[in-house]
Nanobody, 123 residues
């Protein structure tokens, strides 16, 4: 079992930046692909970004490409999502997820999920 805890969500102004963290416990995630998803009010959860086990391969939703960066530090069992140039439509609960498939980083079908962290973008 892998337990995931997200942090870093906050209220941020449009155009600003923030970094989300996802700390894993239970087992090492160095062989797992990791992903970030989000769910806005009244909408379905959607894929945001994913990274393979080594951090060499990444995958992004078109809506965040060029603005968000996913990274990982396997020595700390942690995954990050750097968010820049945030927009109002980035407001959502952001979830971290882990998948046993090492690569390529999948965009769906994850095995483990965190509880989420709220990101609110204001104008």
């Amino acid at each position: 079992q892998v337990q995931l805890v997200e942090s870093g969500g906050t209220l941020v102004q449009a155009g600003g930046s923030l970094r989300l963290s996802c700390a894993a416990s239970g087992r090492a995630i160095s062989t797992y692909s990791m992903g970030w998803f989000r769910q806005a009010p009244g909408k379905e959860r959607e894929f945001v970004a994913a990274i393979n086990f080594s951090g060499v391969m990444t995958n992004y939703a078109d809506s965040v490409k060029g603005r968000f960066t996913i990274s990982r530090d396997n020595t700390k069992n942690t995954v990050y999502l750097q968010m820049t140039s945030v927009k109002l439509e980035d407001t959502a609960i952001y979830y971290c997820a882990a998948d046993r498939r090492a690569e390529p980083p999948p965009w769906r079908g994850y095995d483990y999920w965190g509880q989420g962290t709220q990101v609110t973008v204001s104008s």
